[in-house]
Antibody
Protein backbone atom coordinates (compact mmCIF):
# COMPACT_ATOMS: atom_id res chain seq x y z
CA UNK A 1 0.00 0.00 0.00
CA UNK A 2 1.31 3.43 -0.95
CA UNK A 3 1.49 5.51 2.21
CA UNK A 4 2.83 8.75 3.61
CA UNK A 5 2.92 9.36 7.35
CA UNK A 6 3.81 12.79 8.72
CA UNK A 7 5.06 13.47 12.23
CA UNK A 8 6.63 16.21 14.31
CA UNK A 9 3.79 18.68 14.67
CA UNK A 10 3.57 20.41 18.05
CA UNK A 11 2.51 23.60 19.79
CA UNK A 12 5.45 26.00 19.68
CA UNK A 13 6.11 29.63 20.51
CA UNK A 14 6.71 32.28 17.85
CA UNK A 15 10.34 32.41 16.81
CA UNK A 16 10.85 28.74 17.52
CA UNK A 17 12.13 25.95 15.29
CA UNK A 18 10.66 22.60 14.38
CA UNK A 19 11.38 19.72 12.02
CA UNK A 20 8.59 17.79 10.37
CA UNK A 21 9.14 14.31 9.00
CA UNK A 22 7.31 12.23 6.43
CA UNK A 23 7.83 8.49 6.13
CA UNK A 24 7.07 7.00 2.74
CA UNK A 25 6.29 3.40 1.88
CA UNK A 26 4.82 1.33 -0.91
CA UNK A 27 6.55 3.08 -3.81
CA UNK A 28 10.05 3.81 -5.08
CA UNK A 29 10.65 6.96 -3.07
CA UNK A 30 13.69 8.18 -4.94
CA UNK A 31 11.84 8.19 -8.26
CA UNK A 32 9.62 11.11 -7.31
CA UNK A 33 9.53 14.79 -6.48
CA UNK A 34 8.01 15.37 -3.05
CA UNK A 35 5.97 18.31 -1.75
CA UNK A 36 4.84 19.94 1.47
CA UNK A 37 1.42 21.58 1.40
CA UNK A 38 -0.28 23.27 4.34
CA UNK A 39 -3.79 24.23 5.33
CA UNK A 40 -4.48 26.84 7.98
CA UNK A 41 -7.57 26.21 10.12
CA UNK A 42 -10.69 26.82 8.03
CA UNK A 43 -8.63 27.94 5.03
CA UNK A 44 -7.58 26.57 1.67
CA UNK A 45 -4.55 24.61 0.60
CA UNK A 46 -1.23 26.42 0.27
CA UNK A 47 1.76 24.91 -1.47
CA UNK A 48 4.87 25.25 0.70
CA UNK A 49 7.84 23.54 -0.91
CA UNK A 50 9.08 20.82 -3.23
CA UNK A 51 12.26 18.84 -3.64
CA UNK A 52 13.31 16.89 -6.71
CA UNK A 53 13.90 13.14 -6.67
CA UNK A 54 17.60 13.43 -5.95
CA UNK A 55 17.43 16.41 -3.64
CA UNK A 56 19.29 18.44 -6.22
CA UNK A 57 16.71 21.21 -6.47
CA UNK A 58 14.20 22.69 -4.06
CA UNK A 59 11.66 25.47 -4.28
CA UNK A 60 9.67 27.43 -1.72
CA UNK A 61 6.60 29.60 -1.40
CA UNK A 62 7.44 33.24 -0.86
CA UNK A 63 5.77 33.08 2.55
CA UNK A 64 8.37 30.60 3.87
CA UNK A 65 11.44 31.34 1.77
CA UNK A 66 14.50 31.86 3.93
CA UNK A 67 12.84 30.30 6.99
CA UNK A 68 11.95 26.75 5.88
CA UNK A 69 14.26 24.12 4.40
CA UNK A 70 13.08 20.97 2.66
CA UNK A 71 15.29 17.90 2.52
CA UNK A 72 15.07 14.18 1.91
CA UNK A 73 16.94 11.00 2.81
CA UNK A 74 16.33 8.49 0.04
CA UNK A 75 18.08 5.75 2.01
CA UNK A 76 15.44 6.16 4.71
CA UNK A 77 12.48 6.89 2.38
CA UNK A 78 11.94 10.07 4.33
CA UNK A 79 11.10 13.70 3.63
CA UNK A 80 11.72 16.56 6.05
CA UNK A 81 10.77 20.18 6.56
CA UNK A 82 12.96 22.26 8.85
CA UNK A 83 10.95 25.25 10.03
CA UNK A 84 12.75 28.18 11.65
CA UNK A 85 11.62 31.60 12.86
CA UNK A 86 8.07 30.34 13.13
CA UNK A 87 5.23 32.84 13.01
CA UNK A 88 1.64 32.61 14.14
CA UNK A 89 0.61 32.55 10.48
CA UNK A 90 2.51 29.28 10.04
CA UNK A 91 -0.16 27.57 12.14
CA UNK A 92 -1.60 24.87 9.91
CA UNK A 93 -2.02 21.22 9.12
CA UNK A 94 1.05 20.23 7.12
CA UNK A 95 0.67 17.58 4.45
CA UNK A 96 3.40 15.61 2.77
CA UNK A 97 2.51 14.72 -0.84
CA UNK A 98 4.07 12.61 -3.56
CA UNK A 99 4.60 14.22 -6.92
CA UNK A 100 3.79 12.54 -10.20
CA UNK A 101 5.59 12.35 -13.52
CA UNK A 102 3.66 15.49 -14.41
CA UNK A 103 4.48 18.89 -13.03
CA UNK A 104 2.64 20.43 -10.09
CA UNK A 105 0.42 17.43 -9.35
CA UNK A 106 0.38 15.25 -6.26
CA UNK A 107 -1.22 11.84 -6.27
CA UNK A 108 -0.60 10.54 -2.76
CA UNK A 109 -1.13 12.55 0.41
CA UNK A 110 -0.52 11.84 4.05
CA UNK A 111 -3.03 12.64 6.76
CA UNK A 112 -1.05 15.64 7.92
CA UNK A 113 0.61 16.83 11.10
CA UNK A 114 -0.54 19.91 13.01
CA UNK A 115 1.74 22.81 13.79
CA UNK A 116 0.41 25.46 16.15
CA UNK A 117 2.47 28.59 16.67
CA UNK A 118 1.23 30.42 19.71
CA UNK A 119 2.54 32.21 22.76
CA UNK B 1 -4.67 36.24 -2.13
CA UNK B 2 -4.50 32.97 -4.09
CA UNK B 3 -2.72 32.98 -7.44
CA UNK B 4 -5.56 31.08 -9.14
CA UNK B 5 -9.14 32.33 -8.82
CA UNK B 6 -11.96 29.95 -8.03
CA UNK B 7 -15.56 30.78 -7.09
CA UNK B 8 -16.03 30.43 -3.36
CA UNK B 9 -19.10 28.24 -3.66
CA UNK B 10 -21.36 26.51 -6.13
CA UNK B 11 -24.36 24.28 -5.71
CA UNK B 12 -26.25 21.74 -7.75
CA UNK B 13 -28.93 19.10 -7.53
CA UNK B 14 -28.39 15.35 -7.72
CA UNK B 15 -28.12 14.15 -11.31
CA UNK B 16 -27.13 17.56 -12.64
CA UNK B 17 -23.85 18.41 -14.33
CA UNK B 18 -21.86 21.23 -12.84
CA UNK B 19 -18.69 23.02 -13.95
CA UNK B 20 -16.15 24.63 -11.65
CA UNK B 21 -13.73 27.23 -12.96
CA UNK B 22 -10.13 28.08 -12.16
CA UNK B 23 -8.76 31.29 -13.64
CA UNK B 24 -5.07 32.03 -13.86
CA UNK B 25 -2.83 33.96 -16.20
CA UNK B 26 -0.61 33.48 -19.21
CA UNK B 27 2.16 32.58 -16.73
CA UNK B 28 0.42 29.52 -15.39
CA UNK B 29 -2.88 28.04 -16.60
CA UNK B 30 -2.57 29.66 -20.00
CA UNK B 31 1.06 28.70 -20.50
CA UNK B 32 1.11 25.00 -19.67
CA UNK B 33 -1.10 21.94 -19.66
CA UNK B 34 -0.17 21.25 -16.06
CA UNK B 35 -3.46 21.92 -14.30
CA UNK B 36 -4.63 19.54 -11.60
CA UNK B 37 -7.83 19.29 -9.60
CA UNK B 38 -8.28 17.95 -6.08
CA UNK B 39 -11.29 17.00 -3.98
CA UNK B 40 -11.21 17.40 -0.22
CA UNK B 41 -13.89 16.23 2.16
CA UNK B 42 -13.98 17.76 5.67
CA UNK B 43 -11.26 16.35 7.89
CA UNK B 44 -9.72 14.37 5.04
CA UNK B 45 -6.62 14.70 2.91
CA UNK B 46 -7.03 15.99 -0.64
CA UNK B 47 -7.55 13.49 -3.45
CA UNK B 48 -6.20 13.96 -6.96
CA UNK B 49 -9.03 13.95 -9.51
CA UNK B 50 -7.47 15.36 -12.68
CA UNK B 51 -3.91 16.08 -13.81
CA UNK B 52 -2.47 17.55 -17.00
CA UNK B 53 -5.80 19.39 -17.58
CA UNK B 54 -7.74 16.34 -18.76
CA UNK B 55 -6.21 13.11 -17.42
CA UNK B 56 -7.79 11.02 -14.68
CA UNK B 57 -5.75 8.84 -12.32
CA UNK B 58 -6.87 5.23 -12.23
CA UNK B 59 -9.78 4.76 -9.87
CA UNK B 60 -11.25 8.22 -10.33
CA UNK B 61 -14.82 8.19 -11.60
CA UNK B 62 -15.43 9.07 -15.26
CA UNK B 63 -18.00 11.56 -13.97
CA UNK B 64 -15.08 13.93 -13.38
CA UNK B 65 -13.57 15.58 -16.42
CA UNK B 66 -11.23 18.49 -17.03
CA UNK B 67 -10.73 21.05 -19.78
CA UNK B 68 -9.09 24.39 -20.42
CA UNK B 69 -9.71 27.49 -22.49
CA UNK B 70 -7.13 30.22 -22.51
CA UNK B 71 -6.23 31.16 -18.93
CA UNK B 72 -9.16 29.30 -17.38
CA UNK B 73 -9.40 25.63 -16.51
CA UNK B 74 -12.62 23.78 -15.80
CA UNK B 75 -13.69 20.75 -13.81
CA UNK B 76 -16.99 19.23 -14.86
CA UNK B 77 -18.84 16.81 -12.61
CA UNK B 78 -21.63 14.95 -14.36
CA UNK B 79 -24.45 13.03 -12.69
CA UNK B 80 -23.93 14.91 -9.43
CA UNK B 81 -24.13 12.70 -6.34
CA UNK B 82 -24.47 13.57 -2.66
CA UNK B 83 -20.92 12.39 -1.96
CA UNK B 84 -19.57 14.94 -4.43
CA UNK B 85 -20.26 17.63 -1.84
CA UNK B 86 -16.72 18.74 -0.90
CA UNK B 87 -14.10 21.41 -1.45
CA UNK B 88 -12.37 21.45 -4.83
CA UNK B 89 -8.96 22.97 -5.50
CA UNK B 90 -7.08 23.57 -8.70
CA UNK B 91 -3.32 23.87 -9.08
CA UNK B 92 -1.07 24.84 -11.92
CA UNK B 93 2.59 24.84 -12.75
CA UNK B 94 3.80 28.41 -13.13
CA UNK B 95 6.86 30.18 -14.47
CA UNK B 96 6.43 33.15 -12.16
CA UNK B 97 8.28 32.74 -8.88
CA UNK B 98 7.19 29.55 -7.18
CA UNK B 99 6.54 26.56 -9.45
CA UNK B 100 3.21 25.52 -7.96
CA UNK B 101 0.15 27.65 -7.27
CA UNK B 102 -3.18 26.66 -5.76
CA UNK B 103 -6.58 28.17 -6.23
CA UNK B 104 -8.52 29.36 -3.22
CA UNK B 105 -10.95 26.46 -3.49
CA UNK B 106 -14.63 26.05 -4.29
CA UNK B 107 -17.14 24.58 -1.87
CA UNK B 108 -19.61 22.41 -3.75
CA UNK B 109 -22.97 21.85 -2.11
CA UNK B 110 -25.24 19.13 -3.42
CA UNK B 111 -28.79 20.25 -2.69
Amino acid sequence: EVQLVESGGVVIQPGGSLRLSCAASGFTFDDYTMHWVRQAPGKGLEWVSLITWDGGSSYYAESVKGRFTISRDNSRNSLYLQMNSLRTEDTALYYCAKGTTSRASMDVWGQGTTVTVSS
Amino acid sequence: QSALTQPASVSGSPGQSITLSCTGTSNDVGAYNYVSWYQQHPGKAPKLLIYDVTDRPSGVSHRFSGSKSGNTAFLTISGLQAEDGADYYCTSYTISGTPVVFGGGTKLTVL
